[in-house]
Each structure stands twice: as C-alpha cells, then as structure tokens.
T-cell receptor
Framework: AQRVTQPEKLLSVFKGAPVELKCNYS??????LFWYVQYSRQRLQLLLR??SRESIKGFTADLNKGETSFHLKKPFAQEEDSAMYYC????????????FGRGTQLTVWP | DAGVTQSPTHLIKTRGQQVTLRCSPK?????VSWYQQALGQGPQFIFQ???????QRGNFPDRFSGHQFPNYSSELNVNALLLGDSALYLC??????????FGEGSWLTVV
C-alpha cells in the first residue's frame, strides 16, 4: 500500500541555519515524489518534483530508492520559508492521484 | 488565468443535511480531483473525474459523490452529513499527468 510518512509535525530553525524536512514513503513500484508548500493563508502549491531535479527557492530533494526517502533540504533557511510542507507520492495505476503525508510546519526564527 | 476556483469558501451545515461544493479547473485542464483535509492532517484523495466519468476513487463512503460537466467543472456532493465530515475540501486540476494545481478550498463545518 502507498504511504507517505513525515515524522516531524513541527520543525523550528534559526535564519541562516540548514534545514531538512524528512519524508519516507512505501510504494511497490516506481513512484513520482513531490513536495508541496502552503504559506499562511495561501493555497497548496507545488514546490518541486523529483523528476525535474530542479532547485526551487534554494530547496532541493533527492529521491533515495534504497532508503525510500525524499528529504527536502535547504542550506540556509530564510524567514519567508516558514510554511507547512507536505510530501506527496503518485504513480502507476494511480497516476494523477496524490498520497500526502501529514505535513511538517516549518518555522524559521529571525 | 484565475487558476482553480472553488465555491463556497465557507459553509455551515447541520448533521443529516446535504452539501454541494463546486470547482472550476485551471484553464486547459481536463482532470479534476477532490481531496478532504481534516485539521492537522494531509489531504486525503476522495475521487478523480476525467471525461465526465469517475476514474479513481479513494476510501470514502458512497455518501460522497461527484460530477464533472462538459466544460470540465466539477461538483462534490456529500449526503447525510456527519460531524466527522467537517474539513477543508480541496479541488485539484491537471492535464495529462502534468503539474497538479489546487484551489483554495471550501471549509465545511457540520454542527
């Protein structure tokens, strides 16, 4: 069964510190992994997807199939990064359907 | 392009009542999905519509039903509302496996 686990519900760092938001998944096949972000009072929006291998707003995420992880990283956090981050998975016969983790609320202190 | 638009933004219903939520997909998108997001949880997939037919369905009871119109807009209907149906209902649209865009959601409170 498909499952996405985000072990940290809350994560706080100071501005300029590195940040890593953890995401582990279970899926029997080749999944497509995403990170979505929701800033305060805004809609859920795509931050990045693993197939594009882009760096958005300084964030990167590498798909580790051996560890079934897709952690989100940024070397120097900014206050404007404070938001709710959701890891999500799609794939196979359920393409177009997203399975979400419960989310991690990131707070970046000045 | 207004993106995915949903209505209403907030509504309050009584247990046992029925509710209809509406969604207009992003321009050019033909696939619409609905998600339920309870407080403190990630969005949970309800169902997906393509070419006016339900293509995929999540683990939700038959009280949850939907429809897609020829212009690709969609409705979510929930019958016999329960207190546990209180949540944010998100509509998402896409086309041919490309980026999935979300609306701002409809907040449903069942009292």
């Amino acid at each position: 069964a498909q499952r996405v686990t985000q072990p940290e519900k809350l994560l706080s760092v100071f501005k300029g510190a590195p940040v890593e938001l953890k995401c582990n998944y279970s899926y029997s096949g080749s999944p497509e992994l995403f990170w979505y972000v929701q800033y305060s009072r805004q809609r859920l929006q795509l931050l990045l997807r693993h197939i594009s291998r882009e760096s958005i707003k300084g964030f990167t995420a590498d798909l580790n199939k051996g560890e079934t992880s897709f952690h989100l990283k940024k070397p120097f956090a900014q206050e404007e990064d404070s938001a709710m981050y959701y890891c999500a998975l799609s794939g196979g016969s359920t393409l177009g359907r997203l399975y979400f983790g419960r989310g991690t609320q990131l707070t970046v202190w000045p | 392009d207004a993106g995915v638009t949903q209505s209403p933004t907030h509504l309050i219903k009584t247990r046992g009542q029925q509710v209809t939520l509406r969604c207009s997909p992003k321009s050019g998108h033909d696939t619409v999905s609905w998600y339920q997001q309870a407080l403190g949880q990630g969005p949970q997939f309800i169902f997906q519509y393509y070419e006016e037919e339900e293509r995929q369905r999540g683990n939700f009871p038959d009280r949850f039903s939907g429809h897609q119109f020829p212009n690709y807009s969609s409705e979510l209907n929930v019958n016999a509302l329960l207190l546990g149906d209180s949540a944010l209902y998100l509509c998402a649209s896409t086309r041919q496996g490309n980026t999935i865009y979300f609306g701002e959601g409809s907040w449903l409170t069942v009292v």
